[in-house]
């Protein structure tokens, strides 16, 4: 089983890019599983018809006998869709909902029960503490990737995140392998983020240009690969899940 966990500020298209390549990989022939770790719970909604899935933390909060079918469900093409949530806005820690989510998931051997070929944690990064530093934690995932484009903000974020898997890396955690850069027309964008990618000795994965056939299918609550698997955009997000998977 390959474990994977894809950081990126927030507003970046990191759900994006996350969906798409679980999607990709799907259709590839591979099992996938797509858990978001984020508060706002929307990771995996273009994988369910634009739909939002009940939480794992909501789940917990109403049921007492919780069965996996309770919180993950399948989407496009057979993808595992998993959604951890957050607590009230204002109330509470989100880190700490992360972490009790995991923990159900452990406890109903959710990984032995699907048996996926690869896990994908989609991860809010605007700071790493806490819950949200979990993927990279205790061996959920090997092996992390920044989504950012050449915007201060999103480069920011990467460099902290960059850090952070670094230390973690020392006692023995996930690595990080490298940006995909998720482009927003921003001037000079490429040079921007290959000298970040210097400064933190990493380099950029892939290289997702920013075109309008990605609002169309989500506008229609799908991905690109759903919504015309034979688009030049669908055939960058296949290219990108070959590049992770070899």
Do not use: W
């Amino acid at each position: 089983m390959k474990k994977i966990a894809i950081y990126g500020k927030g507003g970046i298209g990191k759900s994006t890019t996350v969906s798409n390549l679980s999607a990709a990989l799907s259709c590839l022939g591979y099992k996938v599983m797509q858990i978001g770790c984020d508060p706002k719970a929307d990771s995996t909604k273009n994988l369910m018809g634009g739909k939002f899935i009940p939480t794992v933390l909501d789940a917990i909060k109403d049921k007492d006998d919780l069965k996996l079918e309770d919180i993950v469900f399948e989407g496009f093409n057979g993808v595992l869709c998993v959604e951890a949530g957050g607590p009230t806005p204002g109330v509470g820690c989100a880190g700490r909902g992360i972490i009790a989510a995991f923990e159900k998931l452990e406890e109903l051997k959710a990984f032995e029960v699907y048996n996926p070929d690869i896990v994908i944690y989609d991860v809010l990064g605007d700071v790493v503490c806490g819950g949200f530093s979990m993927p990279i934690r205790n061996g959920y995932a090997e092996e992390v990737y920044v989504v950012t484009s050449g915007e201060m903000m999103s480069m920011y974020a990467a460099s902290n995140i960059s850090t952070a898997v670094k230390q973690f890396k020392n006692k023995g955690y996930a690595s990080l392998k490298g940006l995909i850069l998720n482009a927003k027309n921003v001037e000079k964008e490429v040079e921007l983020v290959e000298k970040l990618c210097e400064e933190i000795d990493t380099k950029i994965v892939h290289y997702i240009p920013r075109r309008p056939e990605v609002q169309l299918a989500e506008n229609d609550g799908k991905t690109v690969i759903e919504y015309d698997k034979e688009n030049e955009m669908s055939n960058i997000y296949f290219e990108l899940a070959n590049k992770i998977i070899n």
